[in-house]
């Protein structure tokens, strides 16, 4: 009896298991339809998040499907940013013809995007240009895993065309990528900007290439300030660079397991019409153990309550965040 069991659940198994194949093969076939494509792009997603080995098998399915959806379609968000996710996966190859397609695409966009060195100041309110810089940053990053030439010619026209430096560090991180030298102005460029100079440094340690990282930028307080900047620019927070943010104080803390901790104690402000009747507010990043550093590891307790400057003392400001985090942590065990 034990046997014919055995042989039932190996019979159901291997049922399940042809039909799990058969619906990864109509959802990688469905990807250029466009009337079921979004139904395959979040199937696709949500098999690279949970089970990935599973496409390994599909790869060459995968391949031709996809780079004919990226070359029948002007543009699809999700078509490219499935692509990404899947050649970071080692799981797409992309085809000469895609990479034209693209270049052409991030070329047209780009041109579009004006460029002016005082781009913080106006493009947070202008959302056509935050559409066109983000299908810009993504087809840019995509381009990396790319090895044409006109996707080289692209990338490189991207980087002396972009001011904005969210958009040059996709450049600079595919050309890197890639093996293209990329001249040091452009990596000083980068670090100078509070938004991307935490992106910058945290790319160049994964691939063991800090070298490149200018050397007036890599300490903490610069990343400290960066790793705020990142917090604020989230759309449910300050939603933007602000115009001014200065430090105010260094908080240190022990703790047993791994030595002194510093906290930094941020003052910004915004010119925005949203907030600019609210002064000087403040904000903490970190903390950034000591003995790590410079690095743009914090851990936990980055966070604006936007309680204003004036109102507090530094050392209540400081209380006040570390409470609000405690509490959240607390109610979320």
């Known amino acids: 009896m034990k046997y014919v069991l055995a042989i039932v659940i190996l019979t159901l198994s291997l049922n399940s298991y042809t039909q799990e194949n058969k ?17 395959s792009i979040v199937f696709l997603n949500t098999l690279l998040q949970t089970d990935p080995s599973t496409l390994l098998d599909y790869k060459s399915h995968i391949k031709s499907n996809l780079n004919e959806a990226i070359q029948k379609n002007e543009f699809n968000y999700s078509i490219v940013l499935l692509a990404l996710n899947l050649c970071q996966r080692d799981l797409l190859v992309l085809e000469e013809a895609s990479e034209i397609k693209l270049s052409a695409l991030n070329k047209s966009k780009r041109q579009n995007l004006k460029q002016s060195e005082d781009y913080q100041n106006w493009i947070w309110d202008d959302y056509e240009y935050l559409d066109g810089r983000s299908d810009c940053c993504l087809i840019l990053d995509l381009l990396g895993y790319g090895n044409s030439s006109s996707s080289e010619e692209e990338l490189t026209a991207s980087l002396s065309y972009f001011i904005d430096t969210r958009a040059k560090y996709f450049a600079i ?151 609000i985090i405690d509490d959240w942590n607390d109610a979320n065990k």
């Open 173 to 323: 991180t595919s050309l890197t990528r890639r093996d293209i030298k990329v001249n040091n102005d452009h990596f000083k460029s980068v670090a100078a900007q509070d938004e991307t100079r935490g992106l910058l440094f945290e790319f160049l340690e994964n691939i063991d290439r800090l070298n490149k990282f200018p050397k007036k930028y890599k300490n903490q307080e610069f990343l400290s300030k960066a790793n705020m900047v990142n917090w604020l620019v989230y759309p449910t927070e300050l939603g933007r660079v602000p115009t001014d943010i200065e430090l105010v104080e260094i908080f240190t803390v022990k703790y047993d397991d791994v030595g002194p901790t510093d906290y930094y104690l941020w003052k910004f402000r915004s010119n925005s019409d949203d907030w600019s009747e609210e002064g000087w507010m403040t904000g903490l990043s970190g903390p950034f153990v000591r003995s790590e550093s410079p690095t743009m590891t914090a851990y936990g307790y980055t966070f604006s309550a936007f309680s204003k400057f004036e109102d507090k003392t530094s050392e209540e400001h400081f209380d006040e965040i570390v409470k």
């Open 23 to 39: 619906d990864v093969q109509i959802q990688i076939k469905n990807l250029i339809d466009t009337s079921k494509q979004e139904e």
